[in-house]
Nanobody, 127 residues
Framework: QVQLVESGGGLVQAGGSLRLSCAAS????????MGWFRQAPGKELLFVAA????????YLTDSVKGRFTISKDNAKNTVYLQMNSLKPEDTAVYYC????????????????????WGQGTQVTVSS
């Protein structure tokens, strides 16, 4: 049974930082991209960042470049999203995702290439 378990969300002031973690289990993810999507209240689900397990290739959406980084720890089967210089518009539920694809394809195509989802973690940035 595949599980993606997120942690690390919370409330932070604008300009602050948070690190989200996604612990993956239940299968081998070597052919997968692991990523993060987010959904603000009343808005659509949007891609944020992804990393390919096997190559480490990374893809980020333009709005977070220079502020967010994505990384992985193969030994822990965990993916991280380091979020710096947070803005109120970053407020959303953040979902960990896994898809049998590349990081760039996950970013360009979106949620339709995702095979597995985490339960989501709330990130709230106050102004």
């Amino acid at each position: 049974q595949v599980q993606l378990v997120e942690s690390g969300g919370g409330l932070v002031q604008a300009g602050g930082s948070l690190r989200l973690s996604c612990a993956a289990s239940g299968r081998t993810f070597s052919s997968y991209a692991m990523g993060w999507f987010r959904q603000a209240p009343g808005k659509e689900l949007l891609f944020v960042a992804a990393v390919r397990w096997s190559t480490g290739s990374i893809y980020l959406t333009d709005s977070v470049k220079g502020r967010f980084t994505i990384s992985k720890d193969n030994a822990k089967n965990t993916v991280y999203l380091q979020m710096n210089s947070l803005k109120p518009e970053d407020t959303a539920v953040y979902y960990c995702a896994a898809g049998r694809t590349t990081a760039q394809t996950m970013g360009n195509v979106g949620s339709t290439v995702v095979d597995y989802w985490g339960q989501g973690t709330q990130v709230t940035v106050s102004s």
